[in-house]
């Protein structure tokens, strides 16, 4: 809880303060469940041809739920496994939850996977929690007051050279029926850059554009429980986040641009073909 608290601290004046400690709570009490069960058999069962869902996705979920419905019974809710519909930008306030962000890595016992909780109000993201269960990381951002990683201050790396940048991707989960472009983006970045790593969690991979340990990151198809945390922690950190033409991101958007800003430009130069 002490990492929480300072990150509260932090942002003391802010009327989402409560807010991002409910979210960090929930985050810690959801990941507590997610390790736990990770060294167990999973049941796994296929929500598409690649798209999986497993025992530990629902019961994180369901934990998020109890918690929120305790302690802020007013916001609505948008949640991968069960409350998953949505047709317009939610106008009120709304938490954006993926309970488990990487399951094909988690059914695979590779242990780089992620809660992540975001808070918006008319669409707009004001607060973020993503918590690496694994690596006991959690990253917070709120609003206008930064960002932490285990309640110190992060931000994005200074690399202003495309070809020294290290890249984050993922695929989307209907690539074997439509690989071309995925490859076509992902040649042209990888012959540009130091190099590219695709771990599995596009809210981990937001995470750590955040912290500087990426300096930038781009998929398409993403859905808002994907980003909504990791795009705030990423502008709170000092970086920037677009769609592929460089234009303001929406986590309702499909497709995202993230960076240390500094590489920004190069990155959309590249990207921009492949905007949908
Ligand atoms: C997936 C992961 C993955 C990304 C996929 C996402 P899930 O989320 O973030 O890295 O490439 O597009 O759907 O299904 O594990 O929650
Ligand atoms: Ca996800
Ligand atoms: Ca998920």
Redesign the pocket.
Known sequence: MERIKKCVAHCAHSPLSEILSTAGQAALEAGKILRNLYSQPHQVRY?GEI???TEA?VAAEKKILDIFSRRCPDVAILA?ESHADYTSVPKGAVWII?????????AHNFPW?AV?IGYAEKGEGLAGVIYAPMLDELFCACKGYGAWLNGEKITVSGTGDLGKSLFA?????DVRQKPESVIAALEKVLTRSQGIR????????LAYVACGRLDGFW?????P??TAAGYLLVQEAGGRVTDFRGRTYSPFDGEICASNALVHDGMTDILKEFSF
Request: aromatic share 14%; net charge negative; hydrophobic share 40%.
């Open positions: 929500k798209d999986l869902v996705d991968e993926d309970p488990l962000d990487g399951t094909t890595n988690f996977f992540s991707t993922g695929f989307p989960y695709r771990a599995g969690a596009a809210a981990l991979d998929e398409i198809k993403l859905k429980w994907d």
